[in-house]
């Protein structure tokens, strides 16, 4: 018979067995990825592997052995100060597959992420636009981290389904992170995974149609119509052709999301998941959503320019969804506003001369003001 001690170090042995041994098998799978499946922008050969590895290693590590929380599914502050410092400062060699060639910009972007500051805590909303904390068919879902101009965007989202009678639920996190009872934060150094993690929380609330909104669009009219796609398409989404060009990226990605090669990948329709819909309720609505959270768990098809987007154009091919028809229903710059635009692209970088007043003027002529009603 065992003493307690020697069944206590056994059981510690064979769970440092088991760590060792994952390790290596995610280790053997970047070997495999690199050495066999090769990328005109990168090489394959052993100096290579072996910097491949060096770098993704850390990354593949459960999350228990990067840090040490007090508890893992109701995190307290001090948890997520904790998880704040390796995401600013741990060394993080795989974001350097994030980036486009030549640019560092998508790192730059993920090390500025920030789910808690040293005097801002995290915060959790629910918004009732219909007044009915009970009703749960539509529901808006967002993440902002603590930036100041992600909080100036949701404050004009919110203003403006105001403004537009959104018949729903708006459910919006300020930093923290989404769904922690569920263990999500096992995943919380995978880029964007928080969106995934956002829609799952909807699920796990009861909603049925729900509607994952960067939260720097600014809707212009009703988004009813999008509403509509979703409960009768159990999906919605919208492709975008600027992100169908080689160099966001790399082979071995494409093969760890579905085993498909890279020149099979960059034949997909290319989708952004700037605006993603799904019917909880729905058959096809949960397959997809299951398949992208299995998707997220591999962790090393999330390493791209186009993280969790590179995922979604995997999901339309497997189960054959179709984008909105209409094209014009984003617009991601003033230019581009027509009568169909339902949501502005308002973001730095990208439209850093962004006019309220002008824009105002812009959607105001969108919408007679004798048109009826669009909202149920």
Known sequence: M?????????KSKMEIIKRSLRFSFFLAIGFTFYSY??????????????????????????????VCLSNWTHPSIED???????????????????NFPESDWREKRIRNFKIITENQNPEFHIKFFNNDPFSKENCIVTYISFNEFYRESLNDLIEQLNTLGFNGHLIYRIGGWPNTEDHSLELFDVPYVFKIFSILEAQKLGYKNCLWLDACFYPLQSLNPIF????????????????????????????ALENVSLSDFLKLTAVSTTAIGLDLKSKRGKKVLEKWH????????????????????????CFQLLPYADSNFIAYSKKDISL???????HVGLNAAFDKKTHSELFSIHIPSNSPNPNP
Do not use: C
């Not at 169909?340 to 308002?346: D, G, I, K, V």
């Open 37 to 66: 499946h090769k990328t005109p922008s990168r090489p394959s050969n052993p100096d290579l592997v072996k910097q491949f590895n060096l770098d993704v290693g850390q990354y593949l590590l459960p999350a228990k052995d990067k």
């Open 294 to 317: 299995r998707m997220a768990k591999n962790k090393l098809g999330f390493l791209s320019y186009i993280p969790e987007m590179a995922s979604w154009y995997i999901l339309a091919n």
């Open 80 to 98: 997520y100060k904790i998880i704040q410092n390796y995401l600013a400062n741990a060394p993080r060699p795989e974001l350097k597959y994030v």
């Open 340 to 346: 169909s635009t339902l949501l502005y692209w308002n």
């Open 228 to 255: 509509q796609h979703i409960a009768k398409n159990g999906v919605f989404f919208h492709s975008d052709p600027s992100y169908d060009s080689a160099g966001l990226i790399q082979e071995f990605a494409t093969l």
């Open 2 to 10: 065992l003493s307690v001690m020697e069944k206590s170090l056994t």
